[in-house]
């Protein structure tokens, strides 16, 4: 097929808000993609027929609509459907291995039975497998809602890299990865723990965990995820949005007069402002869980890692967070603090956490699976990011 007569048959039609998005690949006509489709339908001298048609409306409109329809609803063969299936259960199982190097009992010895040891390496030892088994047959599904995540799982692995590899994990060029059992065994097993650490929600494991979460409760098909778009999610991230740039701006700060005549905080407000925000922190994340929007993921990552690093600070507010990253306010602790030291600190965390929720926002409401997946020639596409080749 030549390249002309795909960009003619672009340029030809106009298309709606819901059937352009069908289109936004339009390389891949381009490349190849889908000129096996339009072979069946003229036979092999499909070029003659086109030809012949002299730009025959009808017969434009015909080859639209059954590329729509194949885009809508493409054919899935036996063997990207038992990849599909087996993407499914291997994260539910990779999610399990995850929980037992983050399990508090894998470290201690067992009366009569393993030392901690050895439940150690035979914990990593699955936690490889498993991963590998998701790694391998990600390649193969066609569950792009899942397998965004399970690149950002990757992602994770390699920023990691190093702290694996005083293990004796490294990375293949592939993507999975390899133990060497003996540097493992030589490993001092606090180091694995703290790695897989479940209470530091920026540790490796609990960064894996997150990642396999999302791609747990990801959609099932190639379908947009019509859950990710309801007003629930847009609408706690927004809030969010306005609750931290309230903080952080200096017009909730300014003082008023009491009826002594003193100038003071107006702390009730400022209470209400911080306890909304945290009410919509938590409502955000959990909205967040039925998304499978990479653009998401990435940005709730960013504002959990955030908030991570500023977790001692807001403690001292009355602000905890805990092993899951939801966050509690104590408001007696927090109006006894000192205004101007919360003002300071929401200066640039409520800046922040402000800048990454609105993104959230965008992708819950505007952009539900169009920021993710993987793109025809194997690669990994972020919208308006950039494209990740190191393993597809």
């Known amino acids: 097929m030549s390249t002309n007569f795909s960009s003619n048959l672009f340029q030809s039609f106009s298309f709606s ?10 390389a891949s006509i381009k490349n190849g993609s889908y000129a096996r489709l339009l072979k069946a339908y003229y036979g092999k001298g499909y070029g003659s027929d086109i030809s012949s048609a002299g730009g025959s409306k009808s017969r434009s409109s015909n080859v639209l609509e059954k590329l729509l329809e194949e885009r809508r609803n493409p054919k899935v063969s036996e063997e990207v459907q038992e990849a599909n299936a087996n993407l499914t259960s291997g994260i539910s199982s990779l999610r399990g291995s ?11 010895d067992t009366e009569k039975g393993q030392t901690a040891a050895e439940k150690v390496v035979s914990a990593v030892k699955d936690y490889v497998k498993q991963y590998n088994n998701v790694v391998s047959t990600a390649k193969h599904s066609t569950l792009s809602g899942k397998t965004s995540h399970v690149a950002g799982m990757m992602r994770s692995t390699a ?22 059992e003996n540097k493992l065994k030589a490993t001092d097993i606090s180091k694995v723990q703290e790695l897989f650490s479940a209470k530091d929600i ?3 494991g609990s960064t894996v965990m997150s990642r396999l979460q999302f791609a747990g409760s990801a959609a099932g098909t190639n379908k947009p995820d019509t859950e990710s778009t309801n007003k ?7 809030s969010l949005k306005a609750d931290s740039e309230l903080l952080a701006s200096g017009k909730l700060f300014e003082m008023i007069k009491d009826k002594d005549g003193k100038e003071t905080y107006d702390i009730d407000k400022i209470f209400a402002t911080a306890k909304s925000f945290v009410s919509n922190y ?3 994340l959990d909205a967040a869980k039925s998304s499978s929007n990479s653009g998401v993921a990435a940005n709730i990552s960013r504002i959990r890692e955030k908030t991570a ?7 001292q507010f009355g602000i905890s967070v805990d092993r899951d990253g939801k966050m509690k306010i104590d408001e007696e602790t927090f109006k006894k603090s000192d205004m101007s030291e919360v003002q300071k600190l929401f200066k640039d965390y409520g800046s922040s956490i402000a800048s990454s929720a609105s993104l959230v926002n965008y992708y819950m409401t505007t952009q539900a699976n169009a920021a993710s997946g993987y793109t025809a020639d194997g690669t990994y596409n972020v919208q308006g990011s950039v494209r990740y080749t190191d393993f597809f």
């Open 309 to 315: 690093q500023n977790a001692e600070a807001l403690k």
């Open 202 to 204: 920026t540790s490796y």
């Open 232 to 238: 629930t999610p847009g609408t706690a991230a927004a």
């Open 282 to 284: 938590n409502g955000m």
């Open 17 to 26: 808000g819901g059937d352009q998005k069908f289109f936004s690949d339009y």
């Open 159 to 180: 920023a990691n890299a190093d702290k694996l590899a005083e293990m004796g994990i490294t990375i293949n060029k592939n993507g999975t990865l390899q133990m060497n």
């Open 98 to 108: 995850v929980s037992t190097l983050q399990n508090e009992k894998t470290y201690t």
